[in-house]
């Protein structure tokens, strides 16, 4: 899921960033936060448009989004035109290749562009393991990286796709 959050910030010498509740509740809730960057910066409004990629189960038909205002319970609306390629890397197409028979997959995303950090967050995606005996062997397996541009105004992403076999 793409949330996509639009403001104004009272100087640019604010950062935005969406985060993961402490809450620990179902479905997963997320804070909008804003904060100071270290320096002087001229007092004017600035506009923001954030966005930020998150796992949120398929079922569920609304988010909620804690932030300095309150909280906002936000409809999930389909993916548009502009975000094709977004839709297409995290859900994939039938040009893509195949993980091998039996494989998990999952995708992780890194917005510093860093591989490291986008194939960590992939592993952690993946569903746990399933292996009948302590010392089972997993192969995990790069299948695709990629990079998502554009679209939303600061949202640049490389996105690692893995698939992982159990022996």
């Given at each position: 899921?793409?949330?996509?959050?639009?403001?104004?910030?009272?100087?640019?010498?604010?950062?935005?960033?969406?985060?993961?509740?402490?809450?620990?509740?179902?479905?997963?809730?997320?804070?909008?936060?804003?904060?100071a960057k270290p320096g002087?910066?001229?007092?004017?409004?600035?506009?923001?448009?954030?966005?930020?990629?998150?796992?949120?189960?398929?079922?569920?038909?609304?988010?909620?989004?804690?932030?300095?205002?309150?909280?906002?319970?936000?409809?999930?609306?389909?993916?548009?035109?502009?975000?094709?390629?977004?839709?297409?890397?995290?859900?994939?197409?039938?040009?893509?290749?195949?993980?091998?028979?039996?494989?998990?997959?999952?995708?992780?995303?890194?917005?510093?562009?860093?591989?490291?950090?986008?194939?960590?967050?992939?592993?952690?995606?993946?569903?746990?393991?399933?292996?009948?005996?302590?010392?089972?062997?997993?192969?995990?397996?790069?299948?695709e990286t990629g990079g998502?541009?554009?679209?939303?105004?600061?949202?640049?992403?490389?996105?690692?796709?893995?698939?992982?076999?159990?022996?």
């Amino acid at each position: 899921m793409l949330i996509v959050a639009e403001g104004e910030l009272p100087t640019p010498g604010f950062e935005v960033d969406i985060t993961k509740s402490l809450l620990r509740i179902f479905p997963q809730q997320f804070n909008l936060q804003r904060r100071a960057k270290p320096g002087i910066f001229p007092q004017h409004v600035t506009p923001y448009r954030y966005a930020e990629a998150v796992r949120y189960p398929e079922d569920q038909h609304q988010i909620t989004v804690h932030h300095a205002d309150g909280t906002d319970h936000v409809d999930i609306e389909p993916a548009g035109k502009e975000l094709a390629g977004y839709t297409e890397a995290v859900r994939g197409s039938t040009d893509r290749p195949a993980p091998p028979e039996g494989a998990e997959e999952a995708i992780g995303l890194s917005r510093t562009l860093s591989f490291d950090e986008a194939f960590a967050n992939a592993l952690a995606n993946l569903p746990p393991s399933d292996a009948t005996h302590a010392d089972a062997l997993a192969r995990v397996q790069v299948l695709e990286t990629g990079g998502l541009f554009g679209g939303f105004a600061g949202f640049h992403h490389l996105f690692v796709r893995v698939s992982r076999t159990i022996t």
